[in-house]
């Protein structure tokens, strides 16, 4: 074989080479960024987080803007638009654990990880914790619980008090009145209810204060 055929063998070889490993990196996980570490630096790049959602918030016109905090204790927003959102065939709730690609943006002075297609997200749902397994202990531990209404009781201003039952366990749940103005479902005994958020004492009992309306689902009618 000449010194030219070897100089094209060699460049295919290479070439191949090349192809080979580029298709295997496209199979590779992507690394996850710690949320802790995303800076200014990040603006305009392409990253993956994976984080618990700690918050989150329905605009009117359909996105659903999270926040998700990671192991290194960073907490960073994900805007999920109306578009991508509508995509997704599935929703997110609150302590669910989200993975995102997205493009890193700066908003209002803080960063931003913004998805640009359903493929970008991943939902790992977590279960809701058994209503028997809660004591005073958990006050200011966010939870997902699920039970049926066994009372409902309107309150002197407004308000709506809960009484949820599940498995031997009750958990009070108060909605504010300007919750219930936001648009909250109906809710009537016998109501089996998912509601998320943080527990705090009131007068030396546990409950859960409902933060909006998008907080709390009907699972089955009463």
Known sequence: MDEKSMAKLSLLCSLTGLAAIYAAAMQVRPTMTPIASLNDEFVGLQVAISGQVVDFYEHPDGHLFLKLKDDSGGVVSVPVFARVRSELGEPIEFLDVVQVKGEVKLYGGEHEVIPGRAGDLRVVHTAPVKLSGLSRENADVPVKVQGTIVEREILGS?????????????????????????????????????????????????????????????????
């Not at 039952?165 to 108060?174: I, K, M, N, T, Y």
């Open 158 to 222: 407004g308000s709506l008090l809960l009484t949820l039952r599940e498995d031997g366990g009750q958990l009070l749940v108060f909605i504010p009145t300007w919750v219930i103005e936001d648009g909250l479902p109906e809710l009537h005994v016998g109501n089996v209810v998912r509601v998320d958020g943080w527990l705090q004492l009131y007068n030396g009992e546990l409950e859960l204060k409902l933060k909006g309306a998008s907080h709390l689902q009907v699972i089955e009618a009463a």
